[in-house]
């Protein structure tokens, strides 16, 4: 069974997965027994030879499996909450986000755990301590499959349920992450030109505008605002350039305090996870399994919060981190060299340069299904995108450190990096409007279009696990129409 010895936790994700997606239609008990039916079933499919303890191995994944479907369903079938009304009620407001009109914030009580309330302005700084009065109302639940379910979209972040709050009171503030983040949001507005810190509250406290998310769906590049490995992977790579990758516990720190400040969405936990296994596994001499890596985070994501897998951001980060780590010739292990040389930067461009046109056809079902659109635009974009903003990113935070601690000459330079990101909202409209085709979900285009992302996802694992092309014809196939008739 290639699947146990290449990468066992793709075929728990996968059982997982698809028991998820029939969860609505069958039920929570057709999604604990069919769970472990899943993965014996994906594992017999990767059958070549007999390989050394296969079968042990093999009930050791099905007695995992098991317990996960029982942790998910444990999750899932929790009884919908009581109407419950609260009296002085202690509080600390952990994030502010737009929501339609209005704004939404999450709500960490002292005693009854998270809920979600929505504001008419922006009044509840971040970080703030609260003292309220208020009730409890459930959720809305979708009328009918695949349309949005803000259950779902909130218990994803932890939220039981909305809360209306009456006769609020301020409390004195203490020390939090999202105070830091608040006071660093407020540190931006106050030192950057505007453009600029719109871009640097996207990238460190994953606080982004509406105009903002506009112009980057229009252009097909929405995921360079969206906290993910991306950014993650610039600031562990600063830190281990700056204190060396033995540093572990430093490196760790500082990957989950970003992580954590920026808000710990699902793209950013599961990149965390995935470096977070690397470092362990780098110091212990172990090779890094990237697919395996993914897999892991990507199971350990759905045990801590279910929910996830209804997710836009869980659901396009794991996607697209399966499609980078199994590429033919791509080497985990490249993140952890130290010597930077001609060749690895050449080969780097030119894996990169097939890198982006791959995740972008991956990912395109899914972004067309949720989004409605998607901009051909994008995959000339993303070509050189992430280069363009990993090293404006970086220039542009080091700057704005200046200019907050007052340093002579700073304004200069972060007005010249405005300039930089006035330079690529230049470029990106030009292109834009020179490639104006954007496939809908409407349209005749997306379902070949579909196809072929899902069955290039299918391709590139199936040729990471080297099956033979009979089988990898027969498994895309068969696979493209189950995703297609379980998601869409």
Same mark, same amino acid.
């Given at each position: 069974m290639e699947i146990l010895r290449r990468s066992p936790m793709l075929g728990v994700?996968?059982?997982?997965?698809?028991?998820?997606?029939?969860?609505d239609k069958l039920g929570a008990l057709a999604f604990v027994a069919g769970v472990p039916v899943i993965l014996t079933g994906i594992m017999f499919c990767s059958y070549e030879f007999d390989l050394p303890e296969q079968w042990r191995v093999l009930m050791v994944a099905i007695i995992f499996a098991v317990l996960c479907s029982l942790?998910?369903?444990?999750?899932l079938s929790k009884p919908v909450p009581e109407i419950s009304h609260f009296n002085n009620e202690s509080a600390t407001v952990n994030l502010v986000r737009e929501w339609g009109r209005n704004y939404a914030a999450l709500i960490d009580t002292d005693k009854h755990g998270r809920f979600v309330a929505r504001l008419q302005f922006?009044?509840?700084?971040?970080?703030?301590?609260?003292?309220?009065?208020?009730?409890?109302?459930?959720?809305?639940?979708?009328?009918?499959l695949g349309e949005?379910?803000?259950?779902?979209?909130?218990?994803a972040r932890g939220a039981t349920s909305w809360i209306n709050m009456s006769n609020i009171r301020t409390l004195p503030a203490k020390f939090s992450l999202p105070r830091v983040r608040n006071k660093l949001s407020r540190a931006l507005s106050i030192y950057m030109p505007e453009l600029t810190g719109q871009y640097l509250k996207a990238a460190w406290l994953g606080q982004h505008t509406r105009e903002l998310d506009e112009k980057h769906r229009r252009w097909g590049t929405s995921?360079?605002?969206?906290?993910?490995?991306f950014h993650v992977a610039i600031v562990i790579l600063c830190a281990r350039y700056l204190f060396g990758r033995k540093n572990i516990l430093l490196l760790s720190l500082i990957l989950w305090s970003y992580i954590i400040l920026t808000g710990a969405s699902a793209s950013a936990m599961r990149a965390g996870l995935m470096i977070q296994t690397g470092l362990f596994a780098h110091v212990l001499g172990r090779r890094i399994n990237g697919v395996n890596s993914v897999s892991v985070a990507a199971v350990i994501l759905l045990l801590y919060r279910p929910y996830l897998f209804w997710d836009i951001g869980w659901r396009l980060s794991v996607s697209a981190a &399966?499609?980078?780590?199994?590429?033919?010739?791509?080497? !985990?292990?490249?993140? *952890?060299e @130290?010597?930077?040389?001609?060749?690895?930067? &050449?080969?780097?461009?030119?894996?990169?340069?097939?890198v !982006?046109?791959?995740? *972008?056809? @991956?990912?395109?079902?899914?972004?067309?299904?949720?989004?409605?659109?998607?901009?051909?635009?994008?995959?000339?974009?993303?070509? *050189?995108?992430?280069?363009?903003f990993s090293i404006t990113f970086m220039i542009a935070s080091v700057v704005a450190v200046l200019r907050m601690i007052q340093i002579p000459f700073s304004q200069t330079l972060i007005e010249a990096v405005d300039g930089v990101f006035l330079l690529w909202e230049k470029f990106a409209d030009i292109s834009a409007n020179i490639i104006s085709y954007a496939v809908r979900d409407n349209s005749f285009s997306l379902i070949p279009v579909s196809w072929f992302g899902v069955g290039a996802l299918i391709l590139l694992l199936c040729t990471y696990m080297k099956f033979s092309a009979s089988r990898t014809l027969i498994l895309m196939t068969c696979i493209c129409f189950a995703a297609f008739m379980l998601f869409l």
């Open positions: 994700l996968i059982a997982i997965v698809a028991g998820l997606a029939l969860y942790r998910i369903y444990h999750e922006n009044e509840l700084p971040e970080g703030s301590r609260i003292k309220f009065d208020g009730y409890t109302r459930n959720f809305r639940r979708a009328k009918n949005f379910d803000e259950g779902r979209y909130w218990k995921h360079l605002l969206a906290v993910s490995g &399966l499609a980078m780590t199994a590429m033919p010739g791509r080497n !985990s292990e490249w993140f *952890f @130290v010597r930077v040389t001609r060749e690895r930067v &050449l080969r780097l461009i030119v894996l990169w340069l097939i !982006s046109p791959t995740v *972008f056809l @991956v990912t395109f079902p899914q972004v067309a299904h949720t989004f409605k659109s998607v901009p051909a635009v994008g995959i000339f974009l993303n070509l *050189f995108a992430p280069f363009y």
